[in-house]
């Protein structure tokens, strides 16, 4: 059974950090593209940031600069390290797995921004 456990989210004020993190199960995790996606009250999910198998990155524009995606293949963990948050970035933050035609969810965790 695939699980995608997400913690990490929580309130902080803007320009503050969080750290996300996603533990992943049941897959061989080293070979997946991981990927934090968010989805704001009233929009769309949309993706965040991506690594591949082989640690390349892209990221949403809105967020270069700030956050970093990385992994740890012998953790079977993927984070997220966002800084300088702004009140546009609260949202639901969801992990995800994904491998040709296999696409894996987190519950996903509340990331909360106060102006």
């Known amino acids: 059974q695939v699980q995608l456990v997400e913690s990490g989210g929580g309130l902080v004020q803007t320009g503050g950090s969080l750290r996300l993190s996603c533990a992943a199960s049941?897959?061989?995790?080293?070979?997946?593209?991981m990927g934090w996606y968010r989805q704001a009250p009233g929009k769309q999910r949309e993706l965040v940031a991506a690594?591949?198998?082989?640690?390349?990155?892209n990221y949403a524009d809105s967020v270069k600069g700030r956050f970093t995606i990385s992994r740890d293949n012998a953790k079977n963990t993927v984070y997220l390290q966002m800084n300088s948050l702004k009140p546009e970035d609260a949202a639901v933050y969801y992990c995800?797995?994904?491998?040709?035609?296999?696409?894996?969810w987190g519950q996903g965790t509340q990331v909360t921004v106060s102006s």
């Open positions: 995800n797995a994904h491998r040709q035609l296999h696409d894996y």
């Open positions: 049941g897959i061989f995790f080293s070979i997946y593209t």
């Open positions: 690594i591949t198998s082989g640690s390349s990155t």
